[in-house]
């Protein structure tokens, strides 16, 4: 099989077990999936999987006539891209009504809550608990979680932009703003996971893919509103994450399940997210070149991490949350779920918008013989 044709074949394959892996309407991590099949529509200049998503969302908005707990986990950037290109108004006033809804959600520090019951468990790998954090699972309250960057403010903001509502877009900058402000170590400049009202504080501040829900969520925002509103704030803070991801890569090119944590293993969905998000990062103006051999790094673990059947391997389950840092280290591995293809598929497409900006240069991205489909990815 000639190359080209080996990694049309590859990015099928990734996108194939993506549909496979989306079971549930809304759930966290479902918007990268979603997104990730629309950019392997693109790279194969194939509808059908643009084709699943339409459906998809379609028929979950259908169904759901009563606002649901994790209406916040839509995924917003992928519905209101499809409901453009389909023309389908019907689509983007449901949208409208979702967002209605999640502004009538109490607030945290200016963060509608994510959850009104935290998703707090035991530690997996069964450390002990004292007697008030066994207490706290049992009634932990209202959290914010990390996740929802990635999901509330960019589903407002790409709204917005789509309807020429300048009031939903300046909400969904306040709404980033807000958890910037209150899960960004500032001195460190990463993302804590959770937030919980209850104890009034934010716990465990490295969860790698943590990370990339917060990287592409603030990236999400500016690239889709543009220059029309200042954001200079949320470029600081994503100039200040991507300052601590670059010092915290292995030498593999992954990133542990906690960067800051030597024993924690490596998490594959978080090389992915990492390499769209620098390349986001370069193409907005907010870093520069540098940072090149990082995702040259972390993009050869994650062809290293995909097998023969298009699974992305050694990416974690869903994590939920806890307060002890253990159990972010012993979440069980290899699983097939969108937060590990979709953010496959967006990062490969990113590969392709950089390569194809920069054909012929000796700058070009072109690691991973037989799965990289140079130049075939359209704007």
Same mark, same amino acid.
């Given at each position: 099989?000639?190359?080209?044709?080996?990694?049309? $074949?590859?990015?099928?394959?990734?996108?194939?077990?993506?549909?496979?892996?989306?079971? #549930?309407?809304?759930?966290?991590?479902?918007?990268?999936?979603?997104?990730?099949?629309?950019?392997?529509?693109?790279?194969?200049?194939?509808?059908?999987?643009?084709?699943?998503?339409?459906?998809?969302?379609?028929?979950?908005?259908?169904?759901?006539?009563?606002?649901?707990?994790?209406?916040?986990?839509?995924?917003?950037?992928?519905?209101?891209?499809?409901?453009?290109?389909?023309?389908?108004?019907?689509?983007?006033?449901?949208?409208?009504?979702?967002?209605?809804?999640?502004?009538?959600?109490?607030?945290?520090?200016?963060?509608?809550?994510?959850?009104?019951?935290?998703?707090?468990?035991?530690?997996?790998?069964? !450390?002990?608990?004292?007697?008030?954090? /066994?207490?706290?699972?049992?009634?932990?309250?209202?959290?914010?979680?990390?996740?929802?960057?990635?999901?509330?403010?960019?589903?407002?903001?790409?709204?917005? %932009?789509?309807?020429?509502?300048?009031?939903?877009?300046?909400?969904?900058? /306040?709404?980033?703003?807000?958890?910037?402000?209150?899960?960004?170590?500032?001195?460190?400049?990463?993302? $804590?996971?959770?937030?919980?009202?209850?104890?009034?504080?934010?716990?465990?501040?490295?969860?790698?893919?943590?990370?990339?829900?917060?990287?592409?969520?603030?990236?999400?925002?500016?690239?889709?509103?543009?220059?029309?509103?200042?954001?200079?704030?949320?470029?600081?803070?994503?100039?200040?994450?991507?300052?601590?991801?670059?010092?915290?890569? $292995?030498?593999?090119?992954?990133?542990?399940?906690?960067?800051?944590?030597?024993?924690?293993?490596?998490? #594959?969905?978080?090389?992915?997210?990492?390499?769209?998000?620098?390349?986001?990062?370069? $193409?907005?103006?907010?870093?520069?070149?540098?940072?090149?051999?990082? %995702?040259?790094?972390?993009?050869?673990?994650?062809?290293?991490?995909?097998?023969?059947?298009?699974?992305?391997?050694?990416?974690?389950?869903?994590?939920? #949350?806890?307060?002890?840092?253990?159990?972010?280290?012993?979440?069980?591995?290899?699983?097939?779920?969108?937060?590990?293809?979709?953010?496959?598929?967006?990062?490969?497409?990113?590969?392709?918008?950089?390569?194809?900006?920069?054909?012929? #240069? !000796?700058?070009?991205?072109?690691?991973?013989?037989?799965?990289?489909?140079?130049?075939?990815?359209?704007?």
């Amino acid at each position: 099989m000639r190359n080209e044709e080996g990694d049309r $074949r590859i990015v099928e394959l990734v996108a194939d077990q993506d549909c496979l892996s989306i079971s #549930s309407a809304w759930f966290y991590g479902d918007s990268i999936g979603f997104e990730g099949l629309l950019s392997a529509s693109r790279m194969l200049c194939n509808p059908i999987y643009e084709g699943f998503v339409w459906g998809y969302g379609r028929g979950a908005m259908a169904r759901d006539s009563q606002p649901r707990e994790m209406d916040n986990s839509i995924p917003g950037k992928a519905l209101v891209e499809i409901a453009l290109a389909r023309q389908d108004d019907r689509l983007l006033q449901e949208l409208r009504a979702v967002c209605e809804a999640l502004s009538s959600r109490p607030q945290i520090l200016g963060v509608s809550v994510s959850a009104q019951r935290a998703h707090l468990k035991s530690p997996y790998g069964g !450390e002990a608990l004292d007697a008030d954090e /066994r207490e706290l699972i049992s009634d932990p309250g209202s959290a914010i979680y990390v996740d929802c960057l990635h999901f509330e403010p960019v589903l407002f903001t790409a709204l917005g %932009v789509a309807l020429g509502d300048r009031m939903l877009v300046e909400e969904g900058i /306040r709404q980033a703003i807000a958890f910037i402000d209150l899960l960004q170590d500032p001195s460190t400049g990463l993302f $804590r996971h959770f937030y919980l009202e209850r104890t009034g504080r934010a716990y465990v501040d490295s969860w790698s893919r943590g990370q990339g829900w917060a990287l592409l969520g603030l990236l999400d925002c500016l690239e889709v509103i543009g220059e029309t509103i200042d954001c200079s704030r949320i470029r600081a803070s994503v100039s200040d994450l991507i300052t601590a991801l670059i010092s915290s890569q $292995r030498p593999n090119g992954h990133w542990g399940s906690l960067t800051q944590d030597s024993l924690s293993s490596d998490e #594959s969905s978080a090389a992915a997210f990492f390499v769209s998000g620098l390349l986001r990062a370069l $193409r907005l103006g907010i870093v520069d070149e540098s940072v090149l051999p990082v %995702v040259r790094r972390a993009w050869s673990a994650v062809v290293d991490s995909t097998d023969p059947n298009g699974v992305l391997r050694g990416v974690s389950a869903a994590v939920y #949350s806890s307060t002890r840092e253990s159990h972010y280290r012993n979440v069980p591995l290899d699983q097939l779920v969108p937060w590990g293809q979709g953010p496959w598929l967006v990062a490969r497409e990113e590969i392709g918008r950089y390569n194809n900006a920069h054909e012929g #240069s !000796e700058g070009s991205i072109s690691v991973g013989e037989g799965l990289l489909m140079e130049g075939n990815t359209r704007d």
